[in-house]
T-cell receptor, first 113, second 115 residues
Framework: AQSVTQPDIHITVSEGASLELRCNYS??????LFWYVQSPGQGLQLLLK??????LVQGIKGFEAEFKRSQSSFNLRKPSVHWSDAAEYFCAVVPYNTDKLIFGTGTRLQVFP | EADIYQTPRYLVIGTGKKITLECSQT?????MYWYQQDPGMELHLIHYSYGVNSTEKGDLSSESTVSRIRTEHFPLTLESARPSHTSQYLC??????????????FGPGTRLTVL
């Protein structure tokens, strides 16, 4: 079945440590790819997106993501996490030839001082 | 500054009341959406609109209704609120570029509690 998978439900890191959040999709043609962040009680904020071109995408707040076609992945990374990065992170795709945004189930990031 | 707004941010109301959740955007987007987000954090599309006088049902069946009389305004109404309607409701809008609707931008959400 076509889907977006975020294998890690909950991740805990220490402040200053590096971070990688995983996202895999199972659609035939390359979809549009997004990462959103949601702080408690807030809406979703767009971190970055990939449509085509350079497979390493820079986003806001020091985040980047790399599209790997061979692995059907779009993992989010940050070299040094700050306590304010604690939030829920959602990977999402717009499959090719559609206009529907499909969300993963989210990864909750906890940051320890 | 172009943005998307939702009011109220929080609403606690008794069973049987009629409520309207407001959503407005100043980004000039034609397409707008309503999502319901349960405590487990998964988002479900309940309504969307391609433009004025267009409304469509989403993937998750909902007893709510929507209207689109103006491009910038997409209110959601519950005629008779029930405890099962307790949830967070997120409004979004998207731009149309390169022949596709793509990036969705979200409002801050309305957290609804029905007692």
């Amino acid at each position: 079945a076509q889907s977006v998978t975020q294998p890690d439900i909950h991740i805990t890191v220490s402040e200053g440590a590096s971070l990688e959040l995983r996202c895999n999709y199972s659609y035939g043609a390359t979809p549009y790819l997004f990462w959103y962040v949601q702080s408690p009680g807030q809406g979703l904020q767009l971190l970055l997106k990939y449509f085509s071109g350079d497979t390493l995408v820079q986003g806001i707040k020091g985040f980047e993501a790399e599209f790997k076609r061979s692995q059907s992945s779009f993992n989010l990374r940050k070299p040094s996490v700050h306590w304010s990065d604690a939030a829920e992170y959602f990977c999402a795709v717009v499959p090719y030839n559609t206009d529907k945004l499909i969300f993963g189930t989210g990864t909750r990031l906890q940051v320890f001082p | 500054e172009a943005d998307i707004y939702q009011t109220p941010r929080y609403l606690v109301i008794g069973t049987g009341k009629k409520i309207t959740l407001e959503c407005s955007q100043t980004m000039g987007h034609d397409k707008m959406y309503w999502y319901q987000q349960d405590p487990g954090m998964e988002l479900h599309l309940i309504h969307y609109s391609y433009g004025v006088n267009s409304t469509e049902k989403g993937d998750l069946s909902s007893e709510s209704t929507v209207s689109r009389i103006r491009t910038e305004h997409f209110p959601l109404t519950l005629e008779s609120a029930r405890p099962s309607h307790t949830s967070q409701y997120l409004c979004a809008s998207s731009e149309f570029t390169g022949g596709r609707w793509d990036t969705q931008y979200f409002g801050p959400g309305t957290r609804l509690t029905v007692l």
